[in-house]
């Protein structure tokens, strides 16, 4: 199981990115994939995660209507689209997966990680 983060990096408030997890030696839709942040200083949160299987879809409140989640099975790759970038969204944000029905977005159940990618977005 390997993931891989890219798409970071620096962007003034209001701004967007797109990340991207490239993922391998496992099947999207058999696994729940979400995208966490850490700021400096504060633990990992579940910023977006989401299952095919049964249509899991879970947002934090922080950054409905501004981010996205999404996935290409055939390129085996999950994405954050992120708009209307705020200072607050600063950190690195990982992907992980996990191979089962958990109806949380919780990291401490998150097994699979990938390295991070550093998100800045200046005021």
């Known amino acids: 199981v390997q993931l891989v983060e890219s798409g970071g990096g620096l962007v003034q408030a209001g701004g967007s990115l797109r990340l991207s997890c490239a993922t391998s030696?496992?099947?999207?839709?058999?696994?729940?994939i979400g995208w966490f942040r850490q700021a400096p200083g504060k633990e990992r949160e579940g910023v977006s995660c989401?299952?095919?299987?049964?249509?899991?879809?879970y947002y934090a409140d922080s950054v409905k209507g501004r981010f996205t989640i999404s996935k290409d099975d055939a390129k085996n790759t999950v994405y954050l689209q992120m708009n209307s970038l705020k200072p607050e969204d600063t950190g690195i944000y990982y992907c992980?997966?996990?191979?089962?029905?958990?109806?949380?977005?919780?990291?401490?159940?998150?097994?699979?990680w990938g390295q991070g990618t550093r998100v800045t977005v200046s005021s």
């Open positions: 992980a997966a996990l191979f089962a029905r958990v109806g949380r977005c919780y990291a401490p159940d998150f097994f699979s």
């Open positions: 030696g496992f099947t999207l839709e058999d696994h729940t």
């Open positions: 989401s299952r095919s299987s049964d249509g899991f879809l």
